[in-house]
């Protein structure tokens, strides 16, 4: 399947990701109304290493993902290899927060969970992170198991 | 007053056709004359004319110039000249027969000369050299003097008029060739100009031609750097040229000059065997500028044979006729079909596929 | 002395969405946060105008303006003189500038109609029937020559194969980035055209595109070595540049970093200084000596081309050039560009390529010696229709290397010199040569091409030309506009309507 | 074909299912569920209470869940025994069931210490099930006053599913703090506080002892009345079907990583079971709904021929109260070190030994902490990683690079 992959030798550290993210799961079609004058909660997040290397990090879409297993209200799923929540379910008890290796579950500021769905349950059908980055340093392609040395 | 060939550059649409007997016959001018009339309409009375080889037996050995003069002063004034490089051996009237729709001729004469050997010793050149040379003075330099045919054993003839007309204005049913090509011209812009009429000649090599190439300028900037002057800035003036140099000068085989002139595409030539493939890369890469490009069909006189070749896309029409040992090629069957009314044999060659005919060794 | 800023930032504060991309991205530190009043504020002084922050704003909240603050209207001392007189009476330096001379000095290309066939002969479909932009450089046989079974020999002198007549002009491994390079590199081999490393040497990881590359040796020699020099398929003698004819090269110390350094076989951190003529080419018979040093040293497997600036008696040098070994000449315009050229020498030397271009081709023809060598001509090719147009005066083909920056992303804002490109192509600071990826840069390079292919297939069929060696030199398919007669006949072509 | 039993119908029942439809999708698969409910979680009644979810909602899995693994599920049945020997199960019902492989799914049940005089309390629950939800559902009023024994985390969620329902919370407990299983003073200091403030009382190192009617008699003498009592002190697994089939029972069925009781091809998952908390290197009961799940899979693939162990089993809470969340993992063994950050609205407590992290508390500001759990977990050293940064903000830039290359740039 594909999935978000990360080529950190061109991550610019822009954070147009986090915004590009947060204004394709606003339901808005304006991105000035969807996010000036709020805090944004996006489900990818940019990071920045000692060296000053930069990378966007958002959900693996694990083989074995264990935020589902540890769901308490089996709102997350995988279906078709997409790790999904079910908002209706999701009480917001963040035990996926708790579990999540990567850090890629965060709370969408109003208390419940969120995580990447591949933009498949927005308007956007594809990821909005890896359209709008400037450098082609998230990509969503098919990888094999073996980690890819890119 | 409108500008003549040589000063601007027209274009024109035109008829050909040509007949050789393989085996060497000599055949008068009257079926090529007749092959002219149904394609009428290809042309538009501003130009015809006619090549035939193996007509000056008797003077084989010389070369048999024919020239149109403007005035008695212009003919004298060539005539200093050709004498300075060459033995007239005859110097005499192309007769003609006047007809109402010839008009505005010039002097019209044949000189047979044969080069001084001294000359050639001295500019350590060959004979046929030198003939292009001192043709190309006069036709570039001396004004009112028109050299448009210089071979050995043929000739042309041409003038403003339909091509049938011109035919026997030249009263042609009485020559004798074992060859005949002819032409009917269609320019769009001009009165016409006996000298801009097809064939174009150039030693025995004499081509008709109907196209309009758009190589053109690129071939002209190119064959100049090698003495060669364009004076008529026609098509058939620069392939003659391209033909003068690729086989005489350079060498090639007429299949090699054709692979020049109507090269194969470089995806037919990757798709050849490596030998082939690389004969025909070389000989893009080293004559590029000697591609014709746009629509043409020629046909390529020379001593002993012709050569029919086509642009490489087909963009004008050409057909060949086969009959015993005769070949016909026209611009249309209708004219084979006036040539040889039984004919069964024709086809339509191929875009850049040289069809070249020899008449049998020692038969002209 | 100060000045009010050239450019002004216009943010349009009601659609900011304080993501502060432009403050990320922005080399020059026009733009910041200032957390109290949470408001993105700026220090134009510092812009540049090079659109890095306009074009990442994702909410189109930002435009950078020329500034209307100006001095009092002169015709002849105009703003910007007066200014780079302040300028020099602060600093008493020369004054740098980048890219090609902007000044509105004639444009012979945009003088210069194509002819398009109609009725008397075709024009052709370039999609329904074979269109050939397949190019060789190189000399051509004076005579064929047969072996002994009588095919021909079909030996040739080195040549360098094109798919089409255009290629990425010289710049240096120094001058631009690693990434610029890589991109270059990687899309000369999709292409299989050719780019030149310029005067820098030849980074170890591009030694595997070295088929499409061509290896330069420019005065200050620096990174020439025999591997290098074999690793190519040509090897380029630089004895000019359009931008700055009659000057050397200067790579600031400040850019000779790491693998820069390494490459040119300089220490880190010192001036690269190429001086302005070869010390060992003081006349033509000393070019042909290295010509032929070259060709010794490669053992004739490769072309040599001899790149020149376009000067005023540039048909009598190229003249020499034909005669003096090299396999082709490279003509470069006076508006070629730079990474770094004083200003006064890059505004006012040279000629323009379409005069130099004409005027050599008809000069190597009227001696008969076209032949001998191929014509590459540069300084500011724009086009498709710019390089048809070169085609038709003579050229064998392009150099392009500001398009190609272009296309990389670079947004002409001539401050190569700053080494601070926020395009990642003219700098050597490593965050940002990684602002291009590429991937993305030899693709948009590849794309240029291949829109340019079909633009010329296109231009070519409407002249009803299938091969575009049918339309070198072919200038009948050109026509003048507005030119003089004098332009016209350098330009060895007619005035449209004749 | 085989017959594989499960004993219960929680979340450890449907990870085994789960497991063994990844490895067996034909054989025939029976659970006994003593609920009438298909398998939800039982943490959600509180949030049902406050009306966060519904019964429909709270179904754990989609409504065809059985049918489509191909389960059947004996509602309102319980087991009565298991025949380890012959390999069957006898239900209450008289029936018996034999299989060829059995998971013991069957939880824990509440835990009501003897107090004196509680048969007198008319209104009295015990609040584990959804059953026990919808009866305090039905016996609350707003005009009501609850009494809460306990001030665990089922006490405490009860209070605050309480909350907006009733008029008046009083939560006691003997311990001397709130949540004492999974934080320390501090921690517990700072949740009581956000608990009082949002209304609810406490009487703490105090519990009653006595009920007479309608009022509780506290161990310190006072009298505290109520409407409404709430039996909330705690747990105990439900262990006698395997200890009577002579299985290994300490506290909870013993099992090991792969699930196994010491009895062939008998399994148990879930809160049942004790286990080895890999923190704190020892076994434990962890009644923890995440470890239930890996449990009930594990035993699964196992039960269909499947090899598969979990064995990073760590206690871990994620709980929150009225918008102030909490987030806790592993255990502080003796002779840790501390790591403390801490402001008026949130702690981080880190607790390191052996160059590894043990286990952290977490109070106001849960971004990533999985990255943390994730540390415990694997038992990473921490001098292979960039603890200073990582004890700032969890995130991947301080795990290396070459994790974050593989977890990045690969298939994980």
Known sequence: MKRIYVKEEWCLGCHLCEYNCAFANSGLTDMVKALRDKPIYPRIQVETDENGVTYAVSCRHCTDPICVKSCIAGALSKKDGVIEIDHSKCVGCLTCVLVCPYGAVVEDGSGVAQKCELCMKNSCGAPACVKGCPNGAIVYEERQAVPASD | MSQLEGQVRIPSGCAVSAMISRDGRRMNGESIIESMIPMHDRSNGLGGGFAAYGIYPEYKDFFALHIFFNSRQCQSECMTLLKEYFEIVQDEHIKVRKLPQITDEPIIRRVFVSPMQSVLRHLQIDEKELVVRIVNRINAQLEGSYVFSCGKNMGAFKAVGFPEDVGRYYRLEEYEAYCWTAHGRYPTNTPGWWGGAHPFCMLDYSIVHNGEISSYDANRRFIEMYGYKCTLQTDTEVITYIADYLLRRQGLTLEETASVIAAPFWSTIDAKPEAEKQTLTYLRNAFPSLLVTGPFSIILGFEGGLMALNDRLKLRSMVVGEQGDMVYIASEEAAIRVMAPDITNIWSPAGGEPVIVKVKEGAF | MNFYPEFEVERNDSRCIRCRVCERQCANEVHWFDADGKVMLSDESKCVNCQRCVTLCPTRALKIVKSDCRLRENANYSDQTIKEIYRQAETGGVLLSSMGNPNPLPVYWDKILINASQVTNPPIDPLREPMETRVFLGKKPKHIRRNADGTLDTKLAPQLTLSMPVMFSAMSYGSISYNAHASLARAATALGIYYNTGEGGLHEDFYQYGKNTIVQVASGRFGVHKDYLEAGAAIEIKMGQGAKPGIGGHLPGTKAVGDVSKTRMIPEGSDAISPAPHHDIYSIEDLRQLVYSLKEATEYRLPVIVKVAAVHNIAAIASGIARSGADIIAIDGFRGGTGAAPTRIRDNVGIPIELALAAVDKRLRDEGIRNNVSIVCGGSIRSAADVVKAIALGADACYIATAACLAMGCHLCRSCHTGKCNWGIATQRPDLVKRLNPDIGSERLINLMNAWRHEIKELMGGMGINSIEALRGNRLMLRGVGLTGKELEILGISHAGE | ?412
Not at chain 4, 269 to 279: F, H, K, L, P, V
Request: proline residues 4%; aromatic residues 6%; hydrophobic residues 40%.
């Open chain 4, 1 to 412: 074909m085989k017959h594989y039993v499960i004993i219960g119908n929680g979340v450890a029942a449907a990870g085994c299912i789960e497991g063994i439809r990844s490895v067996d999708t034909e054989s025939s698969i029976t659970v006994i569920s003593a609920e009438q409910h298909p398998v939800y979680c039982r943490p959600l009644i509180s949030y049902y209470l406050e009306q966060k979810t519904d019964p429909e909602r709270m179904n754990y899995r989609t409504p065809t869940f059985y049918a489509d693994h191909g389960v059947t599920v004996l509602y309102g049945k319980t087991a009565e025994k298991i025949d380890a020997g012959t390999r069957q199960v006898t239900l209450n019902t008289g029936e018996t069931l034999p299989f060829d492989a059995l998971c013991n799914a069957t939880g824990s049940a509440p835990f009501v210490p003897p107090m004196k005089g509680l048969e007198t309390v008319r209104e009295q629950f015990t609040f584990m099930t959804l059953d026990d939800a919808l009866s305090l559902e039905k016996a609350v009023t707003p005009e009501s006053k609850v009494l809460i024994i306990g001030a665990g985390l089922i006490g405490l969620k009860c209070a605050e599913g309480l909350h907006d329902r009733v008029r008046e919370i009083t939560v006691c407990d003997l311990a001397p703090r709130v949540l004492s299983s999974i934080l320390d003073e501090t921690c517990a200091a700072m949740m009581q506080k956000h608990l009082e403030a949002n209304g609810i009382e406490f009487l703490l190192g105090n519990s009653a002892k006595e009920f007479k009617g309608n009022t509780a008699i506290m161990q310190n003498g006072d009298k505290v009345d109520f409407d409404v009592l709430v039996l909330a002190v705690g747990v105990r697994p439900n262990t006698a079907l395997i200890k009577n089939a002579g299985g290994d029972v300490n506290r909870g069925i013993r099992v090991d990583a792969a699930c196994r009781t010491s009895l062939p091809e008998i399994y148990a998952a879930g809160d049942c079971t004790e286990y080895r908390d890999i923190s704190a290197d020892t076994d434990k009961i962890m009644a923890l709904m995440p470890n239930a799940y890996m449990q009930g899979h594990t035993a699964g693939v196992n039960m269909a021929g499947g090899e598969a162990v979990f064995d990073q089993a760590i206690p871990m809470n994620s709980i929150g109260f009225f918008g102030l969340h909490c987030h806790t993992a592993g255990s502080q063994p003796e002779g840790c070190e501390m790591y403390e950050e801490a402001d008026e609205k949130h702690i981080k407590r880190l607790f390191v030994k052996d160059d590894k992290l043990t286990g952290f508390m977490l109070i106001g500001h849960m971004h990533r902490t999985g990255i943390y759990t994730a540390l415990i977990r694997n038992q990473t050293p921490l001098s292979t990683v960039d603890f200073a940064r990582l004890k700032l903000e969890p995130q991947l830039a301080a795990m290396g690079s070459a994790y974050r290359s593989k977890v990045l740039k690969g298939v994980v």
